[in-house]
């Protein structure tokens, strides 16, 4: 049971409080990756793929050994232990106020035909260019990271804790947050970024999944079915094309199509349907709304089977 509860209660204690203004331990995590990178990624290193491992390796082994440790400890001993470490570290590793209240502006500021201030909104939730998009395209860009975010920074940390508790939880999100900062296809980070990209791909797998199916489930069935056989194995990201392209699916949009990346335009494939609104990025919400609940009751199921199985 102390899965499945902390589960519930990491959830609801991230829907009362929302991020931790202060303090928050990414922060610390960060400074830390970085200041690793800057010693280890040598633009005349000979391997740098295999300094980016050890970078990975150094950052996480020993976060999953002293995570392993504490949650041993806590489940044996005697008290709440387990669900307070638990819990507290659904907390810390999802986001899913977050990030509806970074969503929410650009709907707003679209509806009131405000598309400068819909810019600057979208531009804090996507890395692609956003100076010149229309409305359209500024639509699209949230509707986007919404999906792929309700998979990456939702769905997937509350599967890894149902499966593998506060290491799995732990190694997960900050695998994650290193494929954020050394993910890139650029001249810096492509080679040294590899092994924290591919780690990030192949924790993802089984959470876009069932991402994409909770999507199908909650919206246009036959056609997030076939958006997702369609498209989806045309994406660069094999993670994003499943989710997005269920969720273009569910909600009849056409998303995907080519956007500016740091100057340089990047062809993706788009899925069919009709241009989205203002007016879709709260439907978008509902249906992601709808998917963490219904994610959120199977993985307590799961963990709670987990458990039963364990002992």
Known sequence: MVIAAALLLGMLLDRLLGEPRQFHPLVGFGRLASGLER?????DAKYPKVYGILAVALLLVPVWLVGSLLWERAQQAQGP???ILGAGS????????????HIAPVARTLEREDLAGARTAVGRIVSRDCDNLDEEQTARAAIESLLENTSDAVVAP???FAVAGLPGVLVYRL???LDAMW?????????FGWAAARLDDLLNFIPARITAAAFTLFGNRPEALQQWRSCAGHWASPNAGPVIAAGA??????????ASYHGQWQEKPATAGRVATAADIPRAQALAARAVAATLVLLMLLGFSLGVAIE
């Not at 010693?39 to 633009?43: H, M």
């Not at 659904?90 to 209240?101: I, Q």
């Open 158 to 160: 509350l599967f890894w």
């Open 249 to 258: 699916g569910a909600l009849e949009l056409r998303l995907g199509g080519g």
């Open 175 to 177: 695998s994650n947050t």
């Open 39 to 43: 010693k280890l990624n040598c633009t």
């Open 90 to 101: 659904v907390y810390f590793a999802v986001g899913w106020k977050a990030l509806n209240e």
């Open 183 to 191: 993910g890139y296809r650029n001249r810096r980070y492509r080679a």
């Open 81 to 83: 232990w387990a669900l």
